[in-house]
């Protein structure tokens, strides 16, 4: 069983295109990330959310928003997409915030024509 | 916010040979330091990690030491292999991870 999934595993949109990527998480984890890696290999973390706290990182453009319905589930949400978006974005949960490993999807490659 | 330097951004190891990366932290209230690989077109996996209060632990051929009073902590891995050439990344947390800028190991059979 795949523990942390996210669909679609490749993604390919033209400019100004909206859409969305979902991940799931079947570890029973109370928090989920969302994490941009582009072509230098930098991870770089949007978000942190929990039931209780979202966490946005302040760089983050406000075109991305994530959306979860329950606590297995953060969505991440693009408007208007960007040839800078062009990156592979990683969804993640753990146990807790703070002393407890991440775990990590396999990755949505995004590519924006 | 937290600052993590990770050193160095490329290293190549003959097979057999040992492989050390670094990293310094900035935040001394930061207490919890994994280290993960990621092979290439891969996700970023927990190979090892260590808290606050362990100076050094072990796996195998992979050790983690911790210096809390000068900041910094490193990744050793012994005889390595080709298998472990990827790409390797520290992070420290205290209300949420701070990713290293990663190095890629390259072992030369």
């Known amino acids: 069983d795949t523990a942390v999934s996210q669909t679609p595993k490749y993604l390919v949109t033209q400019m100004g295109n909206d859409k969305s990527i979902k991940c799931e998480q079947n570890l029973g984890h109370d928090t989920m990330y969302w994490y941009k890696q582009d072509s230098k290999k930098f991870l770089k973390i949007m978000f942190s959310y929990n039931n209780k706290e979202l966490i946005i990182n302040e760089t983050v453009p406000n075109r991305f928003s994530p959306k979860s319905p329950d606590k297995a589930h953060l969505n991440l949400h693009i408007n208007s997409l960007e040839l800078g978006d062009s990156a592979v974005y990683f969804c993640?949960?753990?146990?807790?915030?703070?002393?407890?490993?991440?775990?990590f999807g396999d990755g949505t490659r995004l590519s924006i024509l | 916010g937290e600052n993590v330097e990770q050193h160095p951004s490329t290293l190549s190891v003959q097979e057999g040979d040992s492989a050390v990366i670094k990293c310094t932290y900035s935040d001394s209230a930061s207490n919890y330091f994994p280290w993960y690989k990621q092979e290439l077109g891969k996700r970023p996996q927990l190979i090892i990690d260590i808290r606050s209060n362990v100076g050094e632990k072990k796996d195998q051929r992979i050790a983690v030491t911790l210096n809390k009073t000068a900041k910094h902590f490193s990744l050793h891995i012994t005889e390595t292999q080709p298998e472990d050439s990827a790409v390797y990344f520290c992070a420290a947390s205290m209300e949420q991870f701070y990713f290293g800028t990663g190095t890629s190991l390259t072992v030369i059979p």
């Open positions: 993640a949960s753990s146990q807790g915030t703070n002393d407890q490993p991440q775990h």
